[in-house]
Protein backbone atom coordinates (compact mmCIF):
# COMPACT_ATOMS: atom_id res chain seq x y z
CA UNK A 1 0.00 0.00 0.00
CA UNK A 2 1.41 3.75 -0.75
CA UNK A 3 -0.11 6.07 1.27
CA UNK A 4 0.62 9.81 0.41
CA UNK A 5 0.48 12.39 3.19
CA UNK A 6 -0.58 15.98 1.43
CA UNK A 7 1.17 19.19 3.25
CA UNK A 8 2.54 22.60 2.27
CA UNK A 9 5.75 23.63 4.34
CA UNK A 10 6.23 23.48 8.63
CA UNK A 11 3.07 21.35 8.62
CA UNK A 12 4.38 19.13 10.92
CA UNK A 13 5.36 17.32 7.78
CA UNK A 14 8.78 15.77 8.84
CA UNK A 15 7.27 14.85 12.45
CA UNK A 16 3.95 12.78 10.65
CA UNK A 17 6.94 11.32 8.83
CA UNK A 18 8.74 10.17 11.77
CA UNK A 19 5.66 8.86 13.08
CA UNK A 20 4.58 6.68 10.47
CA UNK A 21 8.33 5.83 9.47
CA UNK A 22 8.10 4.10 13.36
CA UNK A 23 5.39 1.88 12.52
CA UNK A 24 6.61 -2.33 11.92
CA UNK A 25 4.41 -2.44 8.62
CA UNK A 26 6.08 0.84 7.24
CA UNK A 27 9.06 -1.41 4.81
CA UNK A 28 9.76 2.27 2.95
CA UNK A 29 8.90 5.87 3.65
CA UNK A 30 10.01 8.16 0.48
CA UNK A 31 10.71 12.08 1.10
CA UNK A 32 9.55 14.97 -1.07
CA UNK A 33 10.19 12.48 -4.16
CA UNK A 34 9.16 15.32 -6.12
CA UNK A 35 11.30 18.10 -5.05
CA UNK A 36 14.34 17.62 -7.52
CA UNK A 37 11.47 17.52 -10.51
CA UNK A 38 9.83 20.55 -9.07
CA UNK A 39 13.41 23.13 -8.62
CA UNK A 40 14.37 21.53 -12.21
CA UNK A 41 11.06 23.01 -13.70
CA UNK A 42 10.56 26.44 -11.78
CA UNK A 43 14.35 27.23 -10.93
CA UNK A 44 13.45 28.36 -7.64
CA UNK A 45 16.25 29.78 -5.64
CA UNK A 46 16.09 27.29 -2.60
CA UNK A 47 19.01 26.33 -0.36
CA UNK A 48 20.74 23.35 -1.32
CA UNK A 49 19.86 23.33 -5.11
CA UNK A 50 22.46 21.47 -6.56
CA UNK A 51 22.37 19.12 -4.06
CA UNK A 52 18.69 18.74 -4.52
CA UNK A 53 18.75 18.47 -8.29
CA UNK A 54 21.61 15.84 -7.67
CA UNK A 55 19.94 13.62 -5.40
CA UNK A 56 16.66 12.84 -6.99
CA UNK A 57 14.77 11.77 -10.87
CA UNK A 58 14.26 15.43 -12.43
CA UNK A 59 12.03 13.49 -14.88
CA UNK A 60 7.95 14.98 -13.52
CA UNK A 61 6.86 12.09 -15.00
CA UNK A 62 9.26 9.53 -14.17
CA UNK A 63 9.27 10.49 -10.52
CA UNK A 64 5.61 10.72 -9.99
CA UNK A 65 5.39 6.38 -11.24
CA UNK A 66 7.65 5.61 -8.77
CA UNK A 67 5.22 6.71 -6.35
CA UNK A 68 2.56 4.08 -7.83
CA UNK A 69 5.12 1.25 -7.54
CA UNK A 70 4.09 -2.25 -5.37
CA UNK A 71 5.52 -2.52 -2.16
CA UNK A 72 6.01 -5.23 0.93
CA UNK A 73 4.00 -3.60 3.36
CA UNK A 74 3.20 0.07 3.09
CA UNK A 75 5.04 2.60 1.67
CA UNK A 76 4.84 5.86 3.20
CA UNK A 77 4.97 9.19 0.43
CA UNK A 78 5.59 12.71 2.15
CA UNK A 79 4.18 15.12 -0.50
CA UNK A 80 4.57 19.10 -0.81
CA UNK A 81 1.74 20.10 -2.81
CA UNK A 82 4.04 22.89 -4.36
CA UNK A 83 5.45 19.68 -6.08
CA UNK A 84 2.68 19.00 -8.30
CA UNK A 85 3.08 20.13 -11.86
CA UNK A 86 -0.79 20.59 -12.79
CA UNK A 87 0.21 20.68 -16.96
CA UNK A 88 0.79 17.30 -16.19
CA UNK A 89 -1.48 14.26 -16.34
CA UNK A 90 -1.36 13.45 -12.75
CA UNK A 91 -3.57 10.50 -12.71
CA UNK A 92 -1.14 8.58 -10.97
CA UNK A 93 -1.95 10.25 -7.34
CA UNK A 94 -5.68 8.20 -7.81
CA UNK A 95 -3.48 4.91 -7.01
CA UNK A 96 -2.67 6.04 -3.72
CA UNK A 97 -4.51 5.71 -0.59
CA UNK A 98 -4.36 9.83 0.18
CA UNK A 99 -4.12 12.19 2.77
CA UNK A 100 -3.82 15.92 3.42
CA UNK A 101 -1.92 17.27 6.23
CA UNK A 102 -2.91 21.41 6.95
CA UNK A 103 -2.01 23.59 10.12
CA UNK A 104 -3.70 27.17 10.05
CA UNK A 105 -1.27 29.74 7.96
CA UNK A 106 -0.97 32.27 11.30
CA UNK A 107 0.91 29.15 12.30
CA UNK A 108 3.12 28.58 9.25
CA UNK A 109 3.62 31.84 7.35
CA UNK A 110 6.23 33.14 10.15
CA UNK A 111 8.18 30.48 10.55
CA UNK A 112 8.09 29.90 6.68
CA UNK A 113 9.61 33.06 6.23
CA UNK A 114 12.12 33.11 8.51
CA UNK A 115 13.42 29.88 6.29
CA UNK A 116 12.45 31.28 2.86
CA UNK A 117 12.07 35.42 3.44
CA UNK A 118 11.45 35.41 -0.11
CA UNK A 119 8.73 33.25 -0.20
CA UNK A 120 5.10 33.77 -1.61
CA UNK A 121 1.28 32.44 -1.76
CA UNK A 122 2.39 29.71 -4.66
CA UNK A 123 5.93 28.63 -2.04
CA UNK A 124 3.22 28.33 0.87
CA UNK A 125 1.00 25.77 -0.88
CA UNK A 126 -2.24 26.71 0.59
CA UNK A 127 -3.85 27.02 -3.39
CA UNK A 128 -2.23 24.03 -4.57
CA UNK A 129 -3.31 21.88 -1.58
CA UNK A 130 -7.22 22.29 -2.12
CA UNK A 131 -6.73 22.18 -5.80
CA UNK A 132 -5.24 18.38 -5.33
CA UNK A 133 -7.83 17.59 -2.68
CA UNK A 134 -10.90 18.82 -5.47
CA UNK A 135 -9.29 16.78 -8.08
CA UNK A 136 -9.52 13.50 -6.11
CA UNK A 137 -13.07 14.65 -4.64
CA UNK A 138 -14.38 14.59 -8.17
CA UNK A 139 -12.61 11.85 -9.40
CA UNK A 140 -13.00 9.53 -6.59
CA UNK A 141 -16.78 11.07 -5.70
CA UNK A 142 -15.52 10.89 -2.23
CA UNK A 143 -13.58 13.59 -0.18
CA UNK A 144 -10.08 12.44 0.97
CA UNK A 145 -8.87 11.91 4.73
CA UNK A 146 -8.06 15.80 6.22
CA UNK A 147 -6.45 16.22 9.44
CA UNK A 148 -5.38 19.20 11.18
CA UNK A 149 -1.21 19.46 12.18
CA UNK A 150 -2.74 21.35 15.64
CA UNK A 151 -4.99 18.26 16.67
CA UNK A 152 -2.50 15.95 15.98
CA UNK A 153 -0.01 18.00 18.41
CA UNK A 154 -2.55 18.94 20.93
CA UNK A 155 -4.16 15.16 21.37
CA UNK A 156 -2.09 12.67 19.34
CA UNK A 157 -3.58 9.56 21.17
CA UNK A 158 -6.80 10.67 19.85
CA UNK A 159 -6.52 11.92 16.27
CA UNK A 160 -3.72 9.45 15.00
CA UNK A 161 -5.80 6.32 15.37
CA UNK A 162 -9.01 8.58 14.00
CA UNK A 163 -6.70 9.09 11.26
CA UNK A 164 -5.18 5.26 10.86
CA UNK A 165 -8.83 3.87 10.87
CA UNK A 166 -9.83 6.78 7.97
CA UNK A 167 -7.00 5.20 6.12
CA UNK A 168 -7.58 1.54 7.05
CA UNK A 169 -4.62 0.69 8.23
CA UNK A 170 -4.07 -0.48 11.84
CA UNK A 171 -4.00 1.34 15.06
CA UNK A 172 -0.02 1.41 16.08
CA UNK A 173 1.03 3.18 18.68
CA UNK A 174 4.89 2.59 18.03
CA UNK A 175 3.32 6.24 16.16
CA UNK A 176 3.89 8.03 19.21
CA UNK A 177 7.43 7.89 19.35
CA UNK A 178 10.39 8.05 17.65
CA UNK A 179 13.88 8.43 18.40
CA UNK A 180 15.99 11.86 17.35
CA UNK A 181 18.05 12.49 14.97
CA UNK A 182 18.45 12.78 10.80
CA UNK A 183 17.40 9.33 9.64
CA UNK A 184 18.38 7.88 6.28
CA UNK A 185 15.20 8.30 4.15
CA UNK A 186 15.94 12.17 4.84
CA UNK A 187 16.22 13.83 1.57
CA UNK A 188 19.53 15.78 1.14
CA UNK A 189 17.50 18.70 2.39
CA UNK A 190 17.21 17.96 6.13
CA UNK A 191 20.24 19.50 7.55
CA UNK A 192 18.79 22.58 6.31
CA UNK A 193 15.10 22.55 6.78
CA UNK A 194 15.12 19.59 9.74
CA UNK A 195 16.88 21.41 12.83
CA UNK A 196 13.54 21.32 15.12
CA UNK A 197 12.42 18.15 14.13
CA UNK A 198 16.16 16.48 14.46
CA UNK A 199 16.14 17.14 18.02
CA UNK A 200 12.12 16.04 18.77
CA UNK A 201 11.29 12.60 19.69
CA UNK A 202 7.28 12.94 19.85
CA UNK A 203 4.10 15.37 19.35
CA UNK A 204 4.42 18.11 21.32
CA UNK A 205 1.44 20.59 21.81
CA UNK A 206 1.08 23.82 20.01
CA UNK A 207 2.68 26.92 21.13
CA UNK A 208 1.21 29.84 20.04
CA UNK A 209 3.94 32.51 19.12
CA UNK A 210 3.10 35.75 20.90
CA UNK A 211 5.36 37.73 18.37
CA UNK A 212 2.97 40.03 16.21
CA UNK A 213 3.03 39.16 12.70
CA UNK A 214 4.89 41.61 10.51
CA UNK A 215 2.48 43.53 7.35
CA UNK A 216 3.98 40.89 4.79
CA UNK A 217 3.02 37.36 6.81
CA UNK A 218 -0.67 39.39 7.77
CA UNK A 219 -1.17 39.89 3.71
CA UNK A 220 -0.35 36.06 3.39
CA UNK A 221 -2.16 35.14 6.13
CA UNK A 222 -5.58 36.45 4.58
CA UNK A 223 -4.57 35.21 1.31
CA UNK A 224 -4.19 31.62 2.46
CA UNK A 225 -7.10 31.60 4.91
CA UNK A 226 -9.24 31.71 2.01
CA UNK A 227 -7.84 28.39 0.88
CA UNK A 228 -7.51 26.95 4.23
CA UNK A 229 -10.94 27.80 4.98
CA UNK A 230 -12.07 25.59 1.99
CA UNK A 231 -10.03 22.46 2.96
CA UNK A 232 -10.32 22.49 6.94
CA UNK A 233 -14.01 21.72 7.23
CA UNK A 234 -13.08 18.36 5.77
CA UNK A 235 -11.12 17.57 8.65
CA UNK A 236 -11.43 14.41 10.99
Given at each position: ?N??M ?7 S??M?R??A?R?D ?5 DE ?14 A ?10 IDY???A????N ?7 Q?H ?8 Q?NDW ?7 F ?17 G ?9 Q?I ?6 K ?11 A??I??N ?8 C ?5 Q??S????W??G??E???VW??HW ?5 N ?7 E??K ?6 A ?5 Q?N ?7 KYK?
Amino acid sequence: MNIAMWSGPRNLSTAMMRSFANRSDVQHVMDEPLYASYLYRTKKNHAMYDEVIASQEIDYSIAAQTCTNNTQGICFQKHMVQHIDFDQNNDWILELNNFFLIRKPELVIPSFLIKFPGGDLEDLGFKQQIDIFNYIKKQTKKSPVVIDATDIRNNPTKFLPKLCKKLSIQWDSSMLTWTPGLKEYDGVWAKHWYHSVENSDSFKPEETSKEPLSDRAKQLVQQANIYYQQISKYKI
